[in-house]
Structure formats: structure tokens, C-alpha cells
């Protein structure tokens, strides 16, 4: 199980990077879970996430206290709202489909603004 673990942790990993690039796909999610799986299966790995310069802060500040930063909730729902716009004007002319993504964001949105901001 452990292997499986470390595997599923590393895939996350590569998704997490895979996401830099692409603005429609998230990477502190996928390093959150990545975390989460490194922690069951490789306490080394876990502590190479969290000691990273640019993902151990807001992995730990999720951890301690459920938060996300100002920046990030601005980056996301910004991101969000530029995605939307592009499946609007040039995504697929089912209105049903333009609603329900709209409708899942928008849920996606409200979850990651009512989130606290990290205390100092």
C-alpha cells in the first residue's frame, strides 16, 4: 500500500507541475493532496513538500489552520472568472454545459473565499 501511496503522491506532483503551465488547472490542490499522500507512505518526501520555497508556506497554512492567502484567493477566482469567459465565448454552444460550469465555479469560488486568510 505504501508504494501505491507514494506513486498516487508522485502523480500529484507531476500534476501539481503540469499545472503551472496551464492556467485552467490548479497546483496547490494537487500538491495539498500530494502532501497528504507523502505523509502516509514517505515522511522524507512529505517534508521536501513542505520545506519547498514556493509551495511549503501555503501547504502548511492549509494544514495548521484550512487557509488560503489574499493573493491566492485574488489568483483563483481571478483565473476562474477568465476561464468562464472563455468557455462562454468560444466553449461548446450547449447552454446547459456553459451553466453547469459556470455553476460549478462559481461553487469552486465561494469555497476558496470563505476560507480564512492565514494569521502571522
Request: charged share 10%; net charge positive; with cysteine.
Amino acid at each position: 500500500m505504501r508504494i501505491i501511496l507514494l506513486g498516487a503522491g508522485w502523480i500529484m506532483v507531476a500534476v501539481g507541475i503540469v499545472g503551472i503551465f496551464l492556467p485552467v488547472l490548479p497546483t496547490t490542490p494537487f500538491m495539498i493532496l500530494a502532501a497528504a499522500l507523502f505523509a502516509r507512505s514517505s515522511p522524507r518526501f512529505e517534508q521536501w513538500l513542505l520545506d519547498h520555497p514556493r509551495y511549503g508556506k501555503p501547504l502548511l497554512d492549509w494544514r495548521r489552520q484550512g487557509a488560503i492567502s489574499r493573493p491566492a484567493k485574488i489568483a483563483s477566482v481571478s483565473l476562474m472568472t477568465v476561464s468562464y469567459g472563455i468557455v462562454l465565448f468560444v466553449g461548446p454552444p450547449m447552454v446547459w454545459l456553459k451553466l453547469m460550469i459556470g455553476v460549478i465555479l462559481l461553487a469552486c469560488a465561494a469555497f476558496v473565499l470563505s476560507r480564512p486568510q492565514p494569521s502571522a
